[in-house]
């Protein structure tokens, strides 16, 4: 007969009550001392309420849970075994307390009387993640007590509440908020024994809850701008329509669309005929992509409003923040033709701006692939594309349709060719990286960005559209981008594509990994490959610091063989080095995961 595992019987009842309250998600990081966590997620999958997904890494298993959460808006469950296993958990937590996203780490460990001794594989797990969890338990060793399921049972619902930024009646804790969770569970031997679950219980819908209605007014009367940062959301945009306000929304924000948005803004707010007459700005979210935005918030003569639904931390930059708020409204807009020329300029000279920017960069592009040209050309005889042009562009038999009237003219038909030619082979620049990406995704589509330069290069021209981008901007660290992109992607079933750079890639290489068995998701990493951290290039000491020796400990050289890692980890690989061939692969990404490599300056 086998032996009976208090362990193994406390795991299942707090697994089931997980997915019971509607957990959908579980990673595991197999070990010894969490088998039974393990094989009891192996049984749930088997029954078909739970996504198992199972990693080597525990740092990337911990941002693929992140990922799931940020994405599906409800706890997922990360599992390790004891010792270094619950360290590599740090990176994914402090991310996810810092962005507000919910995360459920259960960690194994040795039971009290094997603390302290030099137990193997044991250390001090109880507050490992310091102050940034909402919840911490050191579960005692089950010791087969009748009561011990319906304790773990009770554990998985405060566990539950508490990721989600509730209390243990339910109701919404605006500090700190949704964020991460630790659960240490002393385990003691024997750790596991056969799992064989006959029925599961009904699960529960998980509704994440509704933000509050209502709010303080903001008036009218002030020039103000809304400011919208890293999970700000679409309520940001809502309200400076509603207030009639210039929008200045990153990327990351949520809220980069609508009629009011200002994608220029770096360049107005250093404007004095903009930036200096702003009397007001509110902010939504937290701004992380200029030095320009908390800038204007540390003005004395600039009245700062902070809007932040929930969270430890007020954003404050040099402590000159006039009002915290947790929930703003507008007042009714100023109607006044002042106001709308205040709304007016913004929007039209952002705009101009913009267009002229990108027709500047056009030109320069489409001269250099010319002059080229022309440096190579035979100057006797046509080259081999003028030929290709003169016979796209000849007469047309007399059974063709009729030529339009403005291509009546050879030499304007050839010209027009020539045009096209030289966009399709275009070289690639960040910022065209950058547009071609923003232009291949649609709302239905999932966009994840990663910390590195690109980031900023879309910053600065993508323009308004609603389309949902994820990012860990909690933190802007590049760590399990990979992993976390991964998680979006699996839990949205949408076409996911990740603008990552080439070190923000190799720092989560062991996330290129999937688990055996697993369904493979629409993912496409588009990997802007500089060889290194261009992006330190704008520090200052860069002027004045040895090359070489700033090559070496800040630009990271590399030259990894990017194809070849691809092959390693059964990814689909491809090369684009114009507009031409990044736009094919953009368009109609190969199925599964797939890597496409942008080679950049």
């Given at each position: 007969?086998?032996e009976?595992?208090?362990?193994?019987?406390?795991?299942?009842?707090?697994?089931?009550?997980?997915?019971?309250?509607?957990?959908?998600?579980?990673?595991?990081?197999?070990?010894?001392?969490?088998?039974?966590?393990?094989?009891?997620?192996?049984?749930?999958?088997?029954?078909?309420?739970?996504?198992?997904?199972?990693?080597?890494?525990?740092?990337?298993?911990?941002f693929?849970?992140?990922?799931?959460?940020?994405?599906?808006?409800?706890?997922?469950?990360?599992?390790?075994?004891?010792?270094?296993?619950?360290?590599?958990?740090?990176?994914?937590?402090?991310?996810?307390?810092?962005?507000?996203?919910?995360?459920?780490?259960?960690?194994?460990?040795?039971?009290?009387?094997?603390?302290?001794?030099?137990?193997?594989?044991?250390?001090?797990?109880?507050?490992?993640?310091?102050?940034?969890?909402?919840?911490?338990?050191?579960?005692?060793?089950?010791?087969?007590?009748?009561g011990?399921?319906e304790?773990?049972?009770?554990?998985?619902?405060?566990?539950?509440?508490?990721?989600?930024?509730?209390?243990?009646?339910?109701?919404r804790?605006?500090?700190?908020?949704?964020?991460?969770?630790?659960?240490?569970?002393?385990?003691?031997?024997?750790?596991?024994?056969?799992?064989?679950?006959?029925?599961?219980?009904?699960?529960?819908?998980?509704?994440?809850?509704?933000?509050?209605?209502?709010?303080?007014?903001?008036?009218?009367?002030?020039?103000?701008?809304?400011?919208?940062?890293?999970?700000?959301?679409p309520?940001?945009?809502?309200f400076?329509r509603?207030?009639?306000?210039?929008?200045?929304?990153?990327?990351?924000?949520?809220?980069?669309?609508?009629?009011?948005?200002?994608?220029?803004?770096?360049?107005?707010?250093?404007?004095?005929d903009?930036?200096?007459?702003?009397?007001?700005?509110?902010?939504?979210?937290?701004?992380?992509?200029?030095?320009?935005?908390?800038?204007?918030?540390?003005?004395?003569?600039?009245?700062?409003i902070?809007?932040?639904?929930s969270?430890?931390?007020?954003?404050?930059?040099?402590?000159?923040?006039?009002?915290?708020?947790?929930?703003?409204?507008?007042?009714?807009?100023?109607?006044?033709?002042?106001?709308?020329?205040?709304?007016?300029?913004?929007?039209?000279?952002?705009?101009?701006?913009l267009?002229?920017?990108?027709?500047?960069?056009?030109?320069?592009?489409?001269?250099?692939?010319?002059?080229?040209?022309?440096?190579?050309?035979?100057?006797?005889?046509?080259?081999?594309?003028?030929?290709?042009?003169?016979?796209?562009?000849?007469?047309?038999?007399?059974?063709?349709?009729?030529?339009?009237?403005?291509?009546?003219?050879y030499?304007?038909?050839?010209?027009?060719?020539?045009?096209?030619?030289?966009?399709?082979?275009?070289?690639?620049?960040?910022?065209?990286?950058?547009?071609?990406?923003w232009?291949?995704?649609?709302?239905?589509?999932?966009?994840v960005?990663?910390?590195?330069?690109?980031?900023?290069?879309?910053?600065?021209?993508?323009?308004?559209?609603?389309?949902?981008?994820r990012?860990?901007?909690?933190?802007?660290?590049?760590?399990?981008?990979?992993?976390?992109?991964?998680?979006?992607?699996?839990?949205?079933?949408?076409?996911?594509?990740?603008?990552?750079?080439?070190?923000t890639?190799?720092?989560?290489?062991?996330?290129?990994?999937?688990?055996?068995?697993?369904?493979?998701?629409?993912?496409?990493?588009?990997?802007?490959?500089?060889?290194?951290?261009?992006?330190?290039?704008?520090?200052?000491?860069?002027?004045?610091?040895?090359?070489?020796?700033?090559?070496?400990?800040?630009?990271?050289?590399?030259?990894?063989?990017?194809?070849?890692?691809?092959?390693?980890?059964?990814?689909?690989?491809?090369?684009?080095?114009?507009?031409?061939?990044?736009?094919?692969?953009?368009?109609?990404?190969?199925?599964?995961?797939?890597?496409?490599?942008?080679?950049?300056?």
């Amino acid at each position: 007969m086998a032996e009976a595992s208090p362990a193994g019987d406390a795991c299942l009842a707090l697994l089931t009550e997980f997915v019971r309250l509607g957990i959908r998600d579980i990673v595991i990081a197999p070990g010894s001392r969490s088998q039974a966590l393990a094989l009891v997620a192996a049984e749930l999958e088997r029954h078909g309420v739970v996504r198992l997904h199972v990693r080597i890494d525990e740092r990337s298993a911990a941002f693929l849970a992140l990922g799931l959460a940020l994405e599906s808006g409800r706890p997922a469950i990360v599992v390790t075994t004891s010792g270094t296993a619950v360290a590599n958990l740090h990176p994914a937590v402090l991310e996810a307390h810092h962005s507000g996203v919910p995360l459920i780490a259960l960690t194994a460990d040795r039971p009290e009387e094997l603390r302290g001794i030099r137990s193997n594989q044991t250390t001090v797990q109880p507050g490992v993640f310091a102050g940034a969890v909402r919840l911490e338990r050191d579960v005692p060793a089950p010791e087969g007590d009748p009561g011990e399921g319906e304790r773990m049972r009770e554990l998985a619902r405060i566990a539950v509440l508490a990721a989600s930024g509730c209390d243990d009646d339910g109701a919404r804790v605006p500090h700190p908020g949704p964020g991460p969770v630790h659960l240490n569970l002393q385990l003691r031997e024997p750790l596991s024994a056969a799992v064989r679950i006959e029925q599961v219980p009904a699960a529960e819908p998980f509704t994440p809850l509704p933000e509050p209605a209502g709010g303080t007014v903001v008036p009218a009367g002030t020039p103000t701008i809304v400011v919208a940062g890293a999970g700000a959301g679409p309520g940001a945009e809502e309200f400076a329509r509603a207030g009639g306000w210039p929008l200045i929304a990153e990327v990351v924000s949520g809220a980069h669309f609508g009629p009011n948005l200002v994608v220029a803004y770096r360049e107005l707010l250093a404007d004095p005929d903009f930036g200096g007459a702003v009397g007001r700005v509110v902010v939504f979210g937290i701004p992380t992509l200029s030095r320009e935005v908390p800038a204007l918030i540390g003005r004395p003569e600039v009245e700062a409003i902070v809007v932040a639904p929930s969270g430890i931390e007020w954003y404050n930059p040099a402590h000159r923040v006039a009002r915290f708020e947790r929930r703003v409204v507008a007042g009714p807009a100023d109607g006044t033709p002042e106001a709308r020329a205040w709304l007016g300029r913004w929007v039209m000279t952002s705009r101009r701006m913009l267009e002229l920017a990108e027709a500047e960069g056009d030109a320069a592009e489409t001269a250099d692939i010319e002059t080229a040209d022309a440096e190579g050309a035979d100057t006797e005889a046509a080259a081999p594309e003028d030929a290709e042009l003169a016979a796209s562009t000849a007469p047309a038999a007399s059974t063709a349709p009729e030529t339009p009237a403005a291509f009546d003219d050879y030499a304007a038909r050839r010209d027009y060719m020539r045009r096209n030619l030289a966009e399709l082979r275009r070289p690639i620049t960040r910022a065209g990286l950058a547009r071609a990406v923003w232009a291949a995704s649609w709302p239905h589509d999932r966009l994840v960005l990663g910390a590195s330069r690109l980031v900023r290069e879309l910053d600065r021209v993508a323009v308004g559209k609603r389309i949902e981008v994820r990012a860990n901007r909690g933190l802007s660290g590049i760590d399990g981008t990979v992993s976390t992109a991964l998680g979006v992607a699996i839990a949205s079933g949408a076409v996911t594509r990740a603008l990552i750079g080439d070190l923000t890639l190799l720092h989560d290489v062991g996330g290129l990994l999937l688990g055996e068995g697993e369904a493979v998701p629409r993912l496409q990493l588009v990997v802007g490959n500089d060889h290194g951290g261009t992006i330190f290039d704008s520090l200052e000491v860069a002027a004045s610091a040895d090359p070489a020796a700033f090559r070496r400990v800040q630009s990271t050289p590399q030259a990894v063989d990017l194809a070849a890692l691809a092959s390693a980890y059964g990814w689909a690989y491809a090369r684009a080095t114009t507009r031409g061939e990044l736009d094919g692969l953009l368009t109609a990404p190969a199925p599964g995961v797939s890597i496409v490599e942008v080679p950049l300056d």
